[in-house]
C-alpha cells in the first residue's frame, strides 16, 4: 500500500511522539507511523492527505486553511532541495533509514523549519528534536 501524505506532513512526522487533536486522530496518525515504519511508499498529494482524515468531519477542518496549503509550499521547497528531488503532487518514494536520519539532521539545524512558523505544535516538535527525537513513533 501507498501512504498519501501532503509535502508538510513530511516534517511533522520526524518529531511524531502520540500527540494530536483527538484520540481518533492519534489512533490514525500511529497507524500510518507504523506503516511508513514497515517500508510503505509515500505519494505526495495536494491538499488533505492520510492524516487529515479524522480531521475532515469538523465543520471548518484546518487541513483546508490556505495557511495548511502554505506550509506544503515551503516543506515542499525545503524537503525538495535537501533530496535533491522535487516533492510535489504525484511524486512516490519511500523513507529509508538514511532519508530519515537526513531529514532530522537538517529539522534540528533549522534547515528545513521554515514551513513551521504559526503551527500550534512548534515548541512541542522543537523539544522532541532538541532531545535526540527520543519517543518518536517512526
Not at 502520540?18 to 514497515?38: H, P
Not at 488533505?48 to 484546518?62: F, K, M, N, T, W
Not at 537526513?102 to 532531545?131: D, I, K
Request: glycine share 10%; proline share 3%.
Amino acid at each position: 500500500m501507498t501512504v498519501r501524505l501532503r509535502s508538510h506532513h513530511l516534517l511533522c512526522l520526524l518529531t511524531y511522539v502520540g500527540k494530536g487533536y483527538s484520540a481518533a486522530f492519534v489512533a490514525n496518525y500511529d497507524t500510518i507511523a507504523e506503516r511508513l515504519g514497515r517500508g510503505e511508499d509515500i505519494l505526495i498529494v495536494s491538499g488533505p492527505d492520510d492524516i487529515c482524515q479524522p480531521l475532515l468531519g469538523e465543520a471548518e477542518p484546518h487541513c483546508l486553511r490556505e495557511s495548511a496549503a502554505g506550509r506544503d509550499e515551503l516543506a515542499a521547497r525545503d524537503v525538495g532541495k535537501l533530496l535533491a528531488r522535487p516533492i510535489q503532487a504525484g511524486v512516490r518514494f519511500s523513507l529509508d533509514a538514511a532519508t530519515l536520519a537526513g531529514l532530522r539532521a537538517a529539522f534540528s539545524a533549522g534547515v528545513t523549519r521554515e514551513a513551521c512558523q504559526g503551527c500550534e505544535w512548534v515548541g512541542l516538535c522543537t523539544t522532541v528534536a532538541a532531545g535526540g527525537y527520543r519517543d518518536v513513533r517512526l
